[in-house]
């Protein structure tokens, strides 16, 4: 088992804000469980259990660490990749570079820029009620 899962892709991260699938992973912790010890835990069906496990498996949460055949069904054993699952200071990066419009502007340039800019807010603002629409940011990084 990792130390730290770092959570690189915005999928998985969705995956995991599911408080359910953080509660079987938390219950989890470091003893191995089948399905029905989880749901017995977490009072939850079965059904519902195995839904969150395969997808906690699928996105790499967790692992079949054993089975067992208990009256010819196999039972999964279940313990977490990780001790801790984090996500990447990475993970939004891809969001916002697809997004970003970078320039640079010289010092004396940037009194006129703002000027300029503020007058196209003020043109375009609450001009298109009831359209689809887009919003715009400016982030000033010295």
Known sequence: ?????????LEKLKALADPLRVDIITTLGTTKQNSQQ??????????????????????????????????????????????????????????????????SLNKSQEQQFLLEFEKLVEKYSNK???KEKVTYSLLNIK
């Open 128 to 130: 298109n009620e009831g």
């Open 1 to 9: 088992m990792k130390d730290i899962y770092y959570i690189n892709d």
């Open 38 to 103: 989880l749901a017995k835990k977490l009072k939850i069906n079965r059904t519902r259990i195995h839904y969150h496990l395969n997808i906690l498996e699928e996105m790499g949460f967790i692992k079949v660490v054993d089975t067992d055949v208990v009256n010819g069904i196999i039972q999964k054993y279940y313990l977490p990749t990780a001790h801790a699952f984090v996500p990447s200071a990475n993970i939004f990066n891809k969001l916002f570079k697809e997004n970003t419009i970078e320039f």
